[in-house]
């Protein structure tokens, strides 16, 4: 009894200190989530959690974990994120709804599919259910586990749940600008494996568009457009146009500042064969070195 007592006024001195260090650690990954350093913003974020886990630290670690390429430790995190979003508000609560949904699309990006699906279509039941079906985050999970339909090969009904999630999006009262695109990424894609190639590239067009103005062009976001519009072009068989207006040291910029996983590998060297040339993954062979070496290259 005596001991318990001394090792919780150890527990009780500490807790504050923790706490500090943990907010100290969260906040050095809010400064560079702001410098799209996505790999140092998941290190601190998940620093956070090991010092004083919370539902915002959580959330953050799960997601720039996953954005870097470690899926693992990512879905660890998500699922400690998911526990206490239940013991704190239920399981019928918004907020469980919208961590179930970020679990799902994790837990895809590691082929568990059945499991992801299964997890979209209860955070989908739990939102209708509570009056929110007419939320992005509701547009969001719809979107999202039409993605999942969409590389499973059920390409009318993603399509058909894509546009769908577009159209809640649009006129959400919470509607925002970077999921907006997301979603019309999803729609694009979608289109493409359907060959409807003419709105897709349409779609495509408008996406690096508004990122572009969004966020500017060294953004992973901008690597991603990139690389879907490529395939596109590719499927078209546009490939002297794919070389001449696109680029590929976007999409090699992010896999150095990441940890890419084989499916990131595998889209660099679907890039290289339509560009027609090794891209690499360092600095000097990619955006760092000079002009010179670069164009001789191309």
Request: charged share 30%; hydrophobic share 35%; proline share 2%.
């Amino acid at each position: 009894t005596l001991a318990l007592e001394i090792f919780n006024e150890v527990e009780d001195a500490l807790e504050p200190a923790l706490k500090r260090a943990a907010e100290a650690a969260y906040g050095k990954g809010l400064i560079a989530e702001e410098r799209v350093d996505w790999r140092e913003a998941a290190k601190n974020f998940q620093r956070s959690v090991s010092l004083y886990p919370t539902e915002l630290n959580l959330y953050q670690a799960g997601v720039y974990l996953w954005r870097s390429g470690f899926y693992l430790p990512g879905l660890f995190v998500s699922r400690q994120h998911i526990e206490l979003i239940e013991n704190r508000y239920g399981r019928r609560s918004s907020e469980y709804a919208g961590a179930l949904s970020n679990l799902a699309a994790q837990l895809y990006e590691l082929r568990e599919v059945d499991e992801a699906i299964d997890k979209f279509e209860e955070s989908l039941s739990i939102q209708r259910s509570l009056g929110f079906g007419s939320s992005m985050d509701y547009a969001c999970s719809k979107s999202n586990l039409a993605n999942v339909y969409v590389l499973e090969g059920k390409i009318e009904t993603a399509e058909r749940m894509l546009r769908e999630a577009l159209e809640i999006a649009k006129v959400a009262p919470d509607c925002d600008t970077e999921r907006l695109t997301s979603m019309k990424n999803g729609l694009a894609e979608a289109l493409r494996f359907s060959g409807n190639f003419e709105e897709s590239e349409t779609l495509f067009k408008q996406v690096i568009c508004e990122d572009l103005e969004e966020f500017g062009s060294d953004h992973p976001h901008h690597a991603r457009d990139l690389h879907f519009y490529s395939k596109l072009l590719r499927d078209m068989k546009r490939y002297d146009e794919a070389k001449s207006l696109l680029y590929t040291d976007h999409f090699a910029w992010i896999l150095r500042t990441t940890e890419p996983s084989e499916d990131d590998l595998k889209m660099l060297r679907d890039l290289e064969g339509i560009f027609g040339f090794e891209i690499g993954l360092n600095d000097d062979e990619c955006s760092g070195g000079d002009d010179d070496s670069r164009d001789q290259k191309a």
